[in-house]
Nanobody, 125 residues
Framework: QVQLVESGGGLVQTGGSLRLSCAASGHPLSSHVMAWFLQAPGKERELVGYMIWSGGRTYHADSVKGRFTLSRDIAKNTMYLQMNSLKPEDTAVYYC??????????????????WGQGTQVTVSS
C-alpha cells in the first residue's frame, strides 16, 4: 500500500510558477511509476506526465512540454511538478498517482492504483 500526499497548489497569475510536491509513504518506490494528472472542472482526468522511479525516466504530455517538469528527491520519496508559464487553462485539481512498474501503459487513470487527495491550482488571467 502506498500513501500519497500532494501539496503546493494555490492561486497564481498568468505567467507565474508553482511547484507541486507529492510525498509517498508506505512502500519503497523503486519498483513503481509515479504520475501527475490534472482534472479541470467538467472534464476528465488527464495525464500531465509520469516518472519511472528506478532510473528517473520521464514522459511529459505534449500540452505541458517546455513548461512543466517532473523531478524527484529519492531520499525524501517525493516527486515534484515544476510548473512555469502558467495559463488560465492550467486551472485544475492536480493529482499524484502511483502503480507498480510493469509492462503496459501509463497514460490513463485506470492504469494507476494509488491516488493522492489532489491539490487545487488556479491561474488567474
Amino acid at each position: 500500500q502506498v500513501q500519497l500526499v500532494e501539496s503546493g497548489g494555490g492561486l497564481v497569475q498568468t505567467g507565474g510558477s508553482l511547484r507541486l510536491s507529492c510525498a509517498a509513504s508506505g512502500h519503497p518506490l523503486s519498483s513503481h511509476v509515479m504520475a501527475w494528472f490534472l482534472q479541470a472542472p467538467g472534464k476528465e482526468r488527464e495525464l500531465v506526465g509520469y516518472m519511472i522511479w528506478s532510473g528517473g525516466r520521464t514522459y511529459h504530455a505534449d500540452s505541458v512540454k517546455g513548461r512543466f517538469t517532473l523531478s524527484r528527491d529519492i531520499a525524501k520519496n517525493t516527486m515534484y511538478l515544476q510548473m512555469n508559464s502558467l495559463k488560465p487553462e492550467d486551472t485544475a485539481v492536480y493529482y499524484c498517482a502511483c502503480r507498480r512498474y510493469s509492462s503496459g501503459t501509463y497514460y490513463t487513470p485506470v492504469d494507476y492504483d494509488y491516488w493522492g487527495q489532489g491539490t487545487q491550482v488556479t491561474v488567474s488571467s
